[in-house]
């Protein structure tokens, strides 16, 4: 019996039918080890010695696959064709080299690009050996990456409360994302008009013609800066007469675009079929590993993970067999075509993304795809065809008017093109980020000195004066920065997606109409990284670090002698900064981001004076909870100010920048005769009403804008929370109000939510003791009530038991009075003791109930003494450090 290993248990069940019986495939489930989440994984001091771990769930799956190998005759290792694949398969062997299960068995890699019976069985005949400087590669980035997180982000959480972590790859994104966002900020806007003449030439046809010169001299796109400029020309034109000066025509070719590699794969599901690229990747795992076809499992597409451009002759054969057959002769080019890829530090190892069988066209396998998956396969299967069609040839046309008037002359031009045969055209266009220019115009026939007519617009005027404004340079797209990361060499292709998803889970962006936008925490993590670790988030820098990584894969360079080089530089800088004080990060924070938290006032006064007491300045300042701006003044006994907002001057979802400035009167309380003011504070804006200690106060709830905020809103807020009515039941009250977590009614303990902060002014009692009703119905009841553990797991080794339990947002475990929210998306039911115990000291460290949390949960069992919670707390938070997606 042979025994193969792949990655997947679906590519398991379709690779066994194409080997037969002689073969048994077992899946790895992805990875089978990893860093351990703490201290001391890689060690530098012992030559990057590095120590791996074994979840629970891979143990299960190598015992099963050690005790197949045991049996067997040989064992082939056929995990993905990539880094990460050669990885997998390496580390498989080590374990079971350690439970020397292999003794003399032969042991094989093969590596297929496509799940087809001819792929798999053609890479059965060629296996080689594992690819050494392949593992070399992977073990450096995994070193680099697991040093940058658990040396650099415990160093940002000192010094920047609030701030999540940083990563070798992930704080270079987010750079480019903030640098940008900063471009925005202080770009000046430039007033620029245009003048359009609208004519007509003998035959009657249209033609529109842009001025671009007058007197002698040309007129660029923004020369025209007035309207005084713009209506002396404009008058010019309006008394000229025009004749064709010059017709120039010139053939063109646009050849067809490269197959898909992963980023340009990314690039184009992001704009036509709209899909994060993590959901691209996702959709293109599926195609990858087979569809049930007709009652067989198919891989549609090869790996999807490459930057290779270049094909296999048999696809090509296909593909122009394909054009032939649905286009004509004419479609299919003269000689095959080749690419080669233009992306920085491309290794090109692979073939690009293509169709396994060019003549399964998408309108065949629709019916068996969901939309999504039929979406990406057409994508994939025009771009492949496409890419061996003829070039389109195009005519361009440029057409020069003279204009003149008395003693003046100007000069006009049209510009088009037409298609004179479309070529790869007739299936596929690339999508565009941009604008469509004039080019794309179809223009009149004319002949030189042709006199043109004076002409209507639709606008019914015959020149067309527009005053225009200069803008700032887009915001990123998930596509456009996947694409500008590419032409940098920041990164691979197959980490593209997780790092721009870590990015948005560490609240460091967030995508608004598709555009990333930096919040307030990831441009604090960039400006603290730019003042003080420039070297590491320069573009430069990681591009040369990925090109020595190229190197290593390709072995050119040995993988220890990298980490030694970048360790011995990346060490010291951090010493540098250990005992830099807090204010004085905090001081070269407010120079970086003047722009941005000390934005211009319209009155032309000192932005960073306190608008509140007149005589402090505004400073960045932190708390436990983030950073915030205050007044210099907050403590001073003498003359003290709270004054404090958001960093954004415009507040939280782009309020009222009056808001943020300082109080804002909004009437009078009719009963008190109280100023009702709005706010802004750290957590957002409020309202107020009076002054003293403890004035009554009411956040805005979500959704509510401080610039349609008025008297009538802020009353009504400040009388919450009210009374609905008694409950039928037992007569007890119930009440309705806005709490940190939204809208709810209230009774006897227990919380509903309620479907807005509107309703919470018009809930009658029928609404609110039904909402109670369901509520309790799923098993909310009073507040701190006891509830029935998901999966109980055991004693904490300082005593005292600790359960999974289903909380209001999510899984928690609990131990004692301490509750440790799971991590986003982890199986409640997959939680193990250790991993339990690592969070809720965690927890217990941060809230700073350790000592009290253990005294009371360690009445049944006396505390032990050791190191397990100094040890398990660094576990979990080094844990979050390594996260970069590289």
Known sequence: MNIVIVESPAKAKTINKYLGSGYQVMAS??????????????????????????????????????????????????????????????HVLQVLQNKKVLKDKPVERVVFNAITKKSILEAMEHPRPIDAPLVDAYLARRALDY??????????????????????????????????????????????WSILANLKTEAGDALQARLVGADGKKLGRLDITSKQQADDLKNLLEDASFRVASVESKPQKRNPYAPFTTST???????????SAQRTMQVAQKLYEGIDIGGETVGLITYMRTDGVQIAGEAIAGARRVIGEDYGANYVPEKPRHYSSKAKNAQEAHEAIRPTDLSRRPKDVARFLDPDQARLYELVWKRTIASQMESAVLERTTIDILATSGGRKADLRASGSVVRFDGFLALYQEGRDDEEDEESKRLPP????????????????????????????PRYTEATLVKKMEELGIGRPSTYASTLQTLRDRDYVELDKKRLVPQDKGRLVIAFLESFFDTYVEYDFTADLEEKLDRISAGDLEWKDVLRDFWREFSGAVDNIKDLRVSEVLDALNELLAAHIFPEREDGSDPRVCPACGKGQLSLKVSRFGAFIGCSNYNDPDTPCSYTRQLSANGQDGEAAAAAEGPRLLGQDPETGEDITLRSGRF???????????????SLPRGWSADAMDLEKALRLLSLPR??????????????????YGPFVLHDGTYANLDSPEEVFSVGINRAVDALAQKRAKGGGRRGAAAAPLKELGEHPDGGAIAIYDGRYGPYAKWGKVNATLPKDSDPQAITLERAVELVNAKAEKSGKGKTTKKAASKKTPAKKSTAKKTSTRKSTAESATEDAS
């Not at 040093?147 to 070798?168: H, I, M, Q």
């Not at 006199?451 to 067309?464: H, N, R, W």
């Not at 009374?723 to 309705?736: F, L, T």
């Open 29 to 90: 489930y992805g990875h089978v080890r990893d860093l351990p989440a703490k201290d001391g994984s890689v060690r530098p001091d012992d030559d990057f010695e590095m120590t791996w771990d074994v979840d629970s769930k891979s143990q299960k799956r190598l015992n099963d696959i050690a005790r197949a190998v045991k049996d067997a005759d040989r064992l082939i290792l056929a995990t993905d064709p990539d880094r990460e694949g050669e990885a997998i398969s390496w």
């Open 147 to 192: 040093l940058v997180g658990f040396t650099l982000s415990p160093v940002l959480w000192r010094k920047l409360p609030g701030a999540r972590s940083a990563g070798r790859v992930q704080s270079v994104a987010l750079r480019l994302v903030c640098d940008r966002e900063r471009e925005i900020e202080i770009f000046v806007s430039q007033e620029y």
């Open 265 to 275: 794969l990314q690039q184009e599901a992001s704009r036509k079929c709209g899909f």
């Open 446 to 473: 004319v002949k030189e000195n042709e006199a043109l007519a004076k002409s209507a617009s639709e606008k019914g005027v015959f020149i067309e004066s527009d005053q225009h404004f200069t803008e700032p340079p």
């Open 684 to 698: 957002g804006p409020y309202v107020q009403r009076g002054e003293g200690a403890k004035p009554p106060r009411a």
């Open 723 to 740: 009374d609905v009515g008694p409950h039928p039941e037992d007569g007890k009250m119930i009440s309705a109000g806005i709490g940190r």
